[in-house]
């Protein structure tokens, strides 16, 4: 958890947990993602996560100077150009999180995980 705002009345705490619900509600808005996913430890079968569960395909940690640095697990349609969803992905999520949090996004990494055929 990282102080991020502090002055003579107090002071307010951002958790990771909540950088990782913009940043993954944001991915699913995106063009081409199909969901979050993460890969089984136990099988190494990749699980595409529910909505109420899509922080669990995000991890965020803040570096030295307190910049955020993100990784997104995605699941993407098939036949959408990898580059363009992730490019776009990656723009989307920046924005997002700075205007959200005041805070620099320094690093954003994508795994895609799976792809899926959408019906």
């Given amino acids: 958890?990282?102080?991020?705002?502090?002055?003579?009345?107090?002071?307010?705490?951002?958790?990771?947990?909540?950088?990782?619900?913009?940043?993954?509600?944001?991915?699913?808005d995106c063009?081409?993602?199909?969901?979050?996913g993460i890969v089984s430890v136990k099988d190494g079968i990749v699980k595409q996560l529910k909505r109420d569960n899509i922080s669990k395909g995000v991890n965020v940690r803040f570096d030295e100077e307190d910049n955020i640095i993100i990784e997104l697990h995605i699941v993407v349609a098939?036949?959408?150009?990898?580059?363009?969803?992730?490019?776009?992905?990656?723009?989307?999520?920046?924005?997002?999180?700075e205007d959200?949090?005041?805070?620099?996004?320094?690093q954003?990494?994508?795994f895609v995980e799976d792809v899926k055929i959408l019906d």
């Fill in 78 to 97: 098939y036949g959408v150009s990898i580059k363009a969803v992730t490019d776009n992905l990656m723009q989307s999520v920046k924005y997002k999180v």
């Fill in 31 to 36: 063009f081409g993602i199909v969901g979050m």
């Fill in 108 to 110: 954003i990494n994508v």
């Fill in 100 to 106: 959200f949090t005041s805070l620099k996004v320094s």
């Fill in 1 to 28: 958890m990282k102080e991020y705002i502090s002055n003579d009345n107090g002071s307010v705490s951002l958790d990771e947990n909540v950088v990782a619900q913009v940043a993954g509600l944001t991915a699913l």
